[in-house]
C-alpha cells in the first residue's frame, strides 16, 4: 500500500513540474523551474492609451481662486511707472505704509501697445509690444514680496495700433476710411472675434504670468467721436450682446487660469440712461458675464443735476453715496460685486485732496462697499486720505 501511495505522490509532482514547464513555454519563461535564461533583461512594457482622455485636475481652481480672496484696496499704475525703479520705490512705500494692497497696471494700454514681452502670436507679428517692463517675472515677485495683490488692466476696443496695422479688424467711416474719435484715435470693431480672441490671448498671457485678475477697460463701443458716421463690419447683434458675448468669451477662458475677472463701466452705466445703449454697456449683462463691475464714478465726470446735485465735483461724498447706493441695486442678484474707481484727480475748478478723496472712501464704504480702486494718469496718489497699514 505505502508504494502504491508513493507512486501516486510521484505521478502528481511529475504532472504538476510538466504543467509548469508548459505554461512558462507558452508566456516565453525559461520552461522548468530550476532553468533560466542568461542575462535576464528588465523590459518595459508600452500600454495603450486613449488619446481623447482627459485626466480630471485634482484641484479645482474657481474654487481655489475664491478661497484666497483678499478684499481690493487699490490703485492705477501706469505702464511707464511699472517700468520705473524710482517710481515704483515710491508706489511700494504708499502701499507698505497705508491700507492699499493692489495695484492695478497696464498690460494694454490706451493706445494699443502691450507693455512686456508677452506671448502673443499677433502682437508679436505686427510690432505691438513695446517692452516698458523689461522684468515682467521680476516685476510679479517684487510685488508678491511686498504682499501686492496684481491686477491685469487690459484696454480692449480702443485700440489704434492694431487698427492701423490691421484695417479689417477696425471701425469703420460710412466714407470707407477707419473711422476715428475726436483725438484721432482708432477704435477695433467688438463684433469682430478675431480681435476677441486676440484680447483673450493676452489676457491669457497677463493670467500665467502671475496676474490675479484681469481687469477689461474700454470694454465699449466708441463714445466720443462721430458716432453717426460709425461702421461696423459684420454686425449681427446689438452693441449690449456684442459686449456681453465678449465678456461671456473671455471670462469662459481665463476662470480655467484661476483669474477673477472685470470690467469697467461709466458711470451712466448705473444709471442706466439711454447713453448706455449708445456704448453698449449694459449693468445687468455686463454683471451676469464678470466677477466684479467696476464703475467709475469720478465726480468730475458727472452733468449739473446728476442725482439732484447742481454741482458734482463739488459734492464728492453725496455723488459717490447716491451712485453707489444705486450700483448696490444694481448688481444685487447678478452674481458680481461691485467695486468703485474713485477720483484722485483734480479736473475743473474743484481741487482734490485729502478730504475729498476720503469723502469718496468714506460714502463708498457707508453704502457697504469694501473694495475700491483710485485712479489717478500721472500716478500720484494722496496718501493723506489713506488709513495707515493695519489701520
Known amino acids: 500500500m505505502a508504494f502504491i501511495a508513493f507512486l501516486g505522490i510521484a505521478g502528481f509532482a511529475a504532472g504538476f513540474i510538466l504543467l509548469w514547464a508548459l505554461g512558462s513555454w507558452i508566456v516565453g519563461g525559461p520552461g522548468f523551474p530550476w532553468e533560466t535564461r542568461d542575462p535576464q533583461v528588465a523590459t518595459s512594457v508600452g500600454l495603450a492609451v486613449d488619446s481623447e482622455y482627459e485626466i480630471e485636475p485634482l484641484i479645482d481652481q474657481i474654487v481655489l481662486r475664491d478661497m484666497s480672496y483678499v478684499p481690493i484696496k487699490g490703485v492705477y499704475v501706469s505702464s511707464y511707472a511699472a517700468g520705473d525703479s524710482g517710481i515704483m520705490e515710491r508706489l511700494l512705500g504708499l502701499a507698505n505704509t497705508t491700507e492699499i494692497n493692489s495695484f492695478v497696471v497696464d498690460v494694454k494700454e490706451d493706445f494699443g501697445a502691450i507693455t512686456y514681452a508677452a506671448a502673443v502670436p499677433l502682437a508679436n507679428e505686427l510690432g505691438l509690444i513695446e517692452k516698458r517692463i523689461k522684468d515682467i517675472d521680476g516685476f510679479i515677485s517684487t510685488l508678491s514680496e511686498n504682499g501686492i495683490i496684481p491686477i491685469a488692466r487690459v484696454v480692449c476696443f480702443k485700440d489704434t495700433m492694431l487698427a492701423r496695422e ?23 470693431n467688438p463684433y469682430n472675434h478675431e480681435v476677441w480672441e486676440y484680447l ?23 463714445s466720443d467721436g462721430p458716432i453717426s458716421k460709425a461702421v461696423y463690419p459684420g454686425e449681427y447683434c446689438s452693441k449690449a450682446d456684442a459686449i456681453a458675448g465678449f465678456l461671456a468669451y473671455a471670462r469662459a477662458r481665463l476662470e480655467k487660469l484661476g483669474v477673477w475677472v472685470s470690467a469697467d463701466v461709466f458711470g451712466i452705466v448705473i444709471m442706466d440712461t439711454p447713453d448706455a445703449d449708445t456704448i453698449g454697456q449694459k449693468y445687468d449683462k455686463v454683471c451676469q458675464n464678470v466677477d466684479i463691475i467696476c464703475p467709475m464714478v469720478y465726480p468730475s465726470h458727472y452733468e449739473s443735476g446728476s442725482y439732484g446735485l447742481e454741482n458734482p465735483n463739488g459734492s464728492p461724498y453725496e455723488l459717490v453715496t447716491a451712485a453707489m447706493k444705486q450700483t448696490a441695486t444694481r448688481v444685487a442678484g447678478t452674481g458680481a460685486m461691485g467695486r468703485p474707481w474713485l477720483q484722485d484727480f483734480t479736473l475743473g475748478r474743484v481741487e482734490y485732496g485729502v478730504e475729498r478723496v476720503k469723502a469718496q472712501i468714506k460714502a463708498a464704504e457707508e453704502q457697504g462697499f469694501s473694495e475700491w480702486l483710485l485712479w489717478n494718469a500721472s500716478v500720484k496718489y494722496t496718501a493723506g486720505a489713506l488709513r495707515k497699514e493695519g489701520g
Open 200 to 222: 483673450v490671448q493676452v489676457a491669457e498671457d497677463a493670467a500665467r504670468r502671475g496676474f490675479r485678475e484681469i481687469q477689461f477697460d474700454y470694454v465699449r463701443f466708441p
Open 166 to 188: 490691421r484695417p479689417d479688424l477696425a471701425v469703420m467711416h460710412t466714407d470707407g476710411t477707419m473711422w476715428e474719435d475726436y483725438n484721432e484715435l482708432n477704435y477695433t
